[in-house]
């Protein structure tokens, strides 16, 4: 049970802002939201992660919502290398990487 | 990337055959883990090691054996394998657990092992 929720598929544009969902209503207040991702023939890579409140780095940037049951990883530009599988993934202390089916995101040139 | 070396990379086998594979760092990490990846699904956690001899048991155990002899080195056995363990293998690596930053998992290229 991944206990998150993200769409199958979205497509983007090349150099496009992509807002990739992630639904987590059963978040607890100590979960923390991990994202990472998959590139083609790769192992996964981290991307970021937050608790509260929104988190940018060189990657990417992350959006909680107020109450926490749902958030979105941005990629500001996208561009074909972010074509891959991003999995959005609560984590607690003592608790493993539970990975869902993610949601393959394709770049269209 | 993190110091992390998955062996072989690439296997093929025979039903009922003994086979190892092997994940070493170099990031003197205390955690590590065995996944497994196959079409249409994410990836489902095998062991994992929290140190040295200290191993236990993920979602999809049946029909695999880990040891952990020294921190660098989690190996991976498939006593006899199957061909429901034609997959691929991915080892990751964290300082910790949990959502903090220390303990995020860093994984290897994986190692895709066909079983005939």
């Known amino acids: 049970d991944a206990k998150t929720t993200q769409p199958n598929s979205m497509e983007s544009n090349e150099e496009e802002p992509v807002h990739l969902p992630c639904n987590h209503s059963t978040i607890s207040g100590t979960d923390y939201i991990h994202w990472y991702r998959q590139l083609p023939s790769q192992g996964p890579e981290y991307v970021i992660h937050?608790?509260?409140s929104n988190v940018n780095n060189r990657m990417a940037s992350l959006a909680i919502a107020e109450d926490r049951k749902s958030s979105t990883l941005i990629l500001h530009r996208a561009t074909l290398r972010d074509a891959a599988v991003y999995y959005c993934?609560?984590?607690?202390?003592?608790?493993?990487?539970?990975f869902g089916g993610g949601t393959r995101l394709m770049v269209k040139p | 990337d993190a110091g992390i070396t998955q062996s072989p990379r690439h296997k093929v086998t025979e039903t009922g055959t003994p086979v190892t594979l092997r994940c070493h760092q170099t990031?003197?990490?205390?955690?590590m883990y065995w996944y497994r990846q196959d079409p249409g699904h994410g990836l489902r956690l095998i062991h994992y090691s929290y140190g040295v001899k200290d191993t236990d048991k993920g979602e999809v155990s049946d029909g695999y054996s880990v040891s952990r002899s020294k921190t660098e080195d989690f190996l991976l056995t498939l006593e006899s394998a199957t061909s429901s363990q034609t997959s691929v293998y991915f080892c990751a690596i964290s300082e910790g657990q949990g959502g903090l930053t220390k303990n995020i998992q860093y994984f290897g290229a994986g190692t895709r092992l066909s079983v005939l």
């Open positions: 993934i609560r984590v607690n202390a003592g608790n493993m990487l539970t």
């Open positions: 990031e003197n990490h205390r955690y």
């Open positions: 937050g608790l509260t």
